[in-house]
């Protein structure tokens, strides 16, 4: 959860929880509180957390207490695992044809020093697959050449056309095949990014080729053939 207000000395005025009602009604110091992340279907277990950092040591033998005390490196640690925080709801929320919210954003935070923070990542190995993919179609985004554009993006600082490999099955599924050069197509930044984010369609997956659906027209991209 996360502290969405200042502290106030109030009764509680959700009485959901409570098991006589009439509790709620003494006043005690509150915050506002949202909640940020649900972990009820995938929870965090302690087999996961280091077992010899004393960092962790009451969330390993929790004290009998209604709270447990815990460090920021700890606490960051976990935050980590759960997928880290989503945008707070201030940002999240704010329109963009709210124009006088924006400019009041804007004045709060001009001023304000970003912060860097350190977090843990999982990386899925792609191997050099992908780069090879990339190479035997000369880094040519294979949806241009359909199109009949002009198929590379740009050069990068070696001279060398950039393109990016799409992989068709995401590798973040971890299904067979996936890793494959059948699964890989070779396509400009703003391509990958369509295939992703725009109107973009498998239609067929065969053998030798896709068909696809690309803002309503159909197109063939053929895949690459396989290393010799």
Same mark, same amino acid.
């Given at each position: 959860?996360?502290?969405?207000?200042?502290? !106030?000395?109030?009764?509680?005025?959700?009485?959901? *929880?409570?098991?006589?009602?009439?509790?709620?009604?003494?006043?005690?110091?509150?915050?506002?509180?949202?909640?940020?992340?649900?972990?009820?279907?995938?929870?965090?277990?302690?087999?996961?957390?280091?077992?010899?950092?004393?960092?962790?040591?009451? =969330?390993?033998?929790?004290?009998?207490?209604?709270?447990?005390?815990?460090?920021?490196?700890?606490?960051?640690?976990?935050v980590d695992m759960a997928g880290g925080i989503a945008e707070s709801?201030?940002?999240?929320?704010?329109?963009?044809?709210?124009?006088?919210?924006? !400019?009041?954003?804007?004045? =709060?935070?001009?001023?304000?020093?970003?912060?860097?923070?350190?977090?843990?990542? +999982?990386?899925?190995?792609?191997?050099?697959? *992908? +780069?090879?993919?990339?190479?035997?179609?000369?880094? +040519?985004?294979?949806?241009?050449?359909?199109l009949g554009c002009f198929p590379i993006a740009f050069e990068d600082?070696?001279?060398? *056309?950039?393109?990016?490999?799409?992989?068709?099955?995401?590798?973040?599924?971890?299904?067979? *095949?996936?890793?494959?050069?059948?699964?890989?197509?070779?396509?400009?930044?703003?391509?990958?990014?369509?295939?992703?984010h725009g109107r973009f369609e498998i239609n067929r997956d065969e053998?030798?080729?896709?068909?696809?659906?690309?803002?309503?027209?159909?197109?063939?991209?053929?895949?690459?053939?396989?290393?010799?």
């Amino acid at each position: 959860m996360g502290v969405n207000g200042a502290g !106030q000395h109030i009764p509680d005025p959700d009485t959901l *929880g409570y098991a006589d009602p009439t509790d709620a009604a003494e006043p005690k110091w509150r915050v506002p509180v949202t909640i940020i992340e649900n972990l009820v279907d995938r929870p965090l277990l302690d087999a996961e957390l280091p077992a010899d950092d004393e960092k962790f040591q009451y =969330l390993h033998r929790a004290l009998r207490t209604a709270t447990i005390p815990i460090g920021r490196e700890a606490f960051e640690f976990i935050v980590d695992m759960a997928g880290g925080i989503a945008e707070s709801q201030e940002i999240a929320l704010l329109s963009p044809d709210d124009v006088a919210k924006i !400019q009041e954003f804007e004045n =709060l935070n001009a001023g304000r020093t970003p912060i860097i923070t350190e977090t843990h990542s +999982r990386r899925i190995e792609r191997g050099s697959i *992908g +780069r090879w993919v990339k190479r035997q179609q000369g880094y +040519r985004c294979q949806i241009c050449s359909a199109l009949g554009c002009f198929p590379i993006a740009f050069e990068d600082r070696n001279g060398v *056309g950039f393109a990016e490999a799409h992989h068709v099955i995401p590798v973040s599924e971890g299904r067979a *095949g996936s890793l494959s050069h059948l699964n890989i197509m070779v396509l400009c930044p703003n391509h990958h990014r369509q295939a992703h984010h725009g109107r973009f369609e498998i239609n067929r997956d065969e053998p030798d080729h896709w068909q696809i659906t690309l803002d309503g027209n159909s197109i063939r991209v053929d895949k690459a053939p396989p290393p010799v």
